[in-house]
C-alpha cells in the first residue's frame, strides 16, 4: 500500500485546507466574513455584469444546485442583484450592488496576500511552473495575467 503522503490526491487536499485557511485568515484580517468560493462568485461577476447563474457556476466549478445557495447568501448580505433575464425567463442574471463592487475591490490586497502565503515555500521559477501544472491538471488556459502574477510573486 501506498503511503499516505504519496498520494496525489491527499497532497492536493491537503493544499486545498492550506489554500482555504489562508484565504479565510488573511480575508478575515482585512474585516471580511467570505469564504473562497463566494469571493470566486463575486469576483466573476463583478468581471462579468449580468453573467447567468448557470455560467456563474461552470466559471467557479460549482455545480448548480449549490451555486444557487451560494448565490442566495450573497444576495441575502446585500452583495448582488439577481434579476429574470428577458430572454430566458428561467435564467437568473446577476449584477454586483455598489456594496458588492467595494467588497471584491477592497478585498484584493488580502486576497494576493493568502495567494502569496500559499506559494512562499517556492522560488520563482517553480512558482511559474506550479501554476502551469496546475492549469494543466485542471484543464483550464493559462493567461497573461496568471503568468505575470507567477512571474511577480
Request: net charge neutral.
Amino acid at each position: 500500500m501506498d503511503h499516505l503522503t504519496d498520494l496525489p490526491g491527499h497532497l492536493i487536499r491537503r493544499l486545498n485546507q492550506l489554500a482555504v485557511s489562508a484565504f479565510t485568515a488573511e480575508a478575515k484580517a482585512a474585516g471580511f466574513d467570505l469564504t473562497p468560493v463566494q469571493y470566486g462568485s463575486l469576483a466573476t461577476i463583478f468581471a462579468e455584469p449580468g453573467i447567468d447563474q448557470a455560467t456563474l457556476a461552470a466559471r467557479v466549478a460549482y455545480d448548480p444546485v449549490t451555486i444557487g445557495g451560494v448565490v442566495a447568501r450573497l444576495e441575502a448580505r446585500g452583495y448582488l442583484d439577481r434579476h429574470v433575464s428577458p430572454e430566458d425567463r428561467r435564467a437568473k442574471l446577476l449584477t454586483l450592488t455598489q456594496r458588492g463592487a467595494s467588497v471584491v475591490q477592497t478585498i484584493q490586497p488580502a486576497v494576493r496576500a493568502a495567494q502569496q502565503q500559499i506559494i512562499a515555500p517556492l522560488s520563482r521559477p517553480e512558482r511559474a511552473e506550479f501554476l502551469r501544472i496546475l492549469h494543466k491538471l485542471t484543464a483550464t488556459e493559462k493567461t497573461a495575467e496568471t503568468e505575470r502574477a507567477a512571474t511577480e510573486a
